[in-house]
């Protein structure tokens, strides 16, 4: 039966714990319509996958239903095939042409070094102290640069990150403007140097990518840099949250020295948390899902956390099973703009798990956890916690 949801997506409560509300779109209503968002949202996995892995009808790049989008807004992102594949197959191919095991496990010496000497002085706040700069180390390094710190790249993601609401909440839209001159200003200057490192010098090196427009490439490696933070930075604390609510003790299960078994448990929590809660296409054609009518221009919402939970496509889908297989999750979306990160995103929260179950019962929550207001992308930017080695 339909649903009588007043649905605000932005709510407080909503941003902190969304899955109630997407069980009742999914069983009652799932092909909803969002007045604030003037878009119908999907809620159930075969509903979302097929707009995600069909370009031809489903569009993320406006500019093919008629709308006017500005050039420094153009990247790979924002484009569909075929006009988006060189770039993109080239900018894929040089992300998996680094070290990325290798960078992560680095990386997790720093998150060890910044957890225990934050621990060492009582309570502390896991984002700000150890996530944030273990992310910001990840992505510097697979860009071949040094420039981005905690402190200096937060002003930026949060802004990137609340405009992408921006639809709920117009006030939003300069701040976002803003971030994205910043970062692109600083991509500008990065391309000005050179580099012969990391992601940079991959793509210095290739002669396609030196016969395309200098916004092309700068905003596709922007969108690229602030991806591969974002999806680092809210996973370390989802990921985090949840086995501290559930019970780090289901990490004795999980191998920790067998990187196939980190893979099936990292994929698990993805899932399970799904950090990037949803994407959005635009119908070229009319078209019907689950008996509702959707019209040529109309915009749909693909709900990937509902999607990630549905019963219909997962066994005891409110219930993490860190070995589940298989997980065709949405939480990388699917399709042609599946992320490109999908392999960093599995070896870095690898290491985020084998940390934690290092740590086990030692690490406690302290409450008070706090939410960015952002419902596209959720993330934790609070998570107080205190450590004892000897619980």
């Not at 069980?23 to 075969?46: C, D, I, K």
């Not at 934050?118 to 910001?136: H, I, N, S």
Request: aromatic share 8%; proline share 6%.
């Amino acid at each position: 039966m339909p649903t009588t949801l007043e649905w605000n997506p932005l709510d407080p409560a909503s941003i902190r714990d969304p899955f109630p509300i997407y069980a009742e779109l999914r069983e009652n209503e799932p092909v909803y319509w969002h007045a604030g968002m003037n878009s119908w949202v999907l809620t159930r996995y075969e509903d979302c996958q097929r707009v995600l892995r069909d370009h031809v009808v489903f569009a993320r790049d406006r500019r093919r239903a008629g709308k006017d989008i500005p050039d420094e807004r153009i990247n790979i992102q924002t484009q569909d095939p075929p006009d988006q594949a060189l770039l993109r197959g080239i900018t894929g191919k040089a992300l998996n042409a680094q070290p990325i095991e290798r960078i992560c496990a680095e990386a997790r010496e720093i998150l060890e070094r910044r957890f225990f000497e934050a621990a060492a002085d009582g309570p502390f706040d896991l984002m700000k102290d150890v996530a944030g700069p273990a992310a910001v180390h990840v992505a510097n390094q697979l860009f071949g640069l040094h420039d981005f710190t905690q402190q200096t790249y937060a002003p930026i993601y949060r802004g990137l990150t609340q405009a992408m609401d921006s639809g709920l909440d117009p006030s939003r839209l300069p701040a976002g403007r803003e971030a994205g001159k910043a970062l692109r200003g600083k991509v500008d200057a990065w391309l000005d140097e050179g580099s012969d490192a990391g992601l940079l010098g991959e793509l210095a090196r290739n002669d396609d990518v030196g016969g395309m427009t200098r916004p092309y490439v700068r905003n596709t490696l922007a969108a690229v840099y602030n991806a591969g933070f974002s999806t680092l930075y809210t996973s370390t604390g989802a990921v985090t949250d949840e086995l501290l609510r559930s019970g780090m003790d289901q990490l004795g299960g999980v191998d920790v020295e067998d990187p196939a078994a980190l893979i099936l448990a990292a994929d698990e929590l993805l899932r399970f948390t799904s950090p990037a809660q949803a994407t959005s296409r635009v119908a070229l054609a009319k078209t019907e899902f689950q008996g509702v009518a959707v019209e040529n221009g109309d915009t749909l919402v693909t709900m990937l956390a509902s999607a990630n939970r549905d019963p219909r496509q997962f066994d005891d889908p409110d219930r993490l099973v860190l070995d589940r297989s298989p997980n065709p999750h949405l939480a990388f979306a699917w399709g042609p703009h599946i992320c490109l990160g999908a392999r960093l995103a599995q070896a870095w929260v690898g290491q985020v798990i084998a940390f934690l179950a290092e740590v086990g019962g030692g690490l406690r929550p302290l409450g008070g956890e706090e939410y960015m207001s952002a419902a596209t992308l959720r993330n934790l930017v609070t998570l107080p916690v205190e450590y004892s080695a000897s619980a």
